[in-house]
């Protein structure tokens, strides 16, 4: 399966953005969808996730509440999208996929991944 991520950009603290994760390949193939970013000098973290089976998303603790993943009908596009940023959100964002039945906050279970999408929030 091929991840392409998109939307990334710059915007002032408070500000919203929304990242798409477009999916294409073998799309007749069963995965999770997560959201990860990094910032420079530090771990890639989790952000959210939405899992195939069953429309229950999950949140990194920093972003709960503000930030909404979301999927359309045909699986093939995610959506993150990100309301009240802050400079501590500014890092690169990935899309990625798994296929397995571990937790789908676990970065290591993750074998697809996207390009990356630059997010930039100014102080």
């Known amino acids: 399966v091929q991840l392409q991520a998109s939307g990334g950009g710059v915007v002032q603290t408070g500000g919203s953005l929304r990242l798409a994760c477009a999916v294409s390949?073998?799309?007749?193939?069963?995965?999770?969808l997560g959201w990860f970013r990094q910032a420079p000098g530090k771990e890639r973290e989790f952000v959210a996730a939405?899992?195939?089976?069953?429309?229950?998303?999950r949140y990194g603790d920093s972003v709960m509440g503000r930030f909404a993943v979301s999927r359309n009908s045909d699986k093939d596009t995610v959506w993150l999208q990100m309301n009240n940023l802050k400079p501590e959100d500014t890092a690169v964002y990935y899309c990625?996929?798994?296929?397995?039945?571990?937790?789908?906050?676990?970065?290591?279970?993750?074998?697809?991944w996207g390009q990356g999408t630059q997010v930039t929030v100014s102080s």
């Open positions: 990625a996929a798994k296929t397995d039945s571990s937790p789908i906050t676990r970065i290591s279970a993750y074998t697809e």
């Open positions: 390949g073998r799309t007749f193939q069963a995965y999770d």
């Open positions: 939405m899992p195939w089976r069953g429309d229950r998303p």
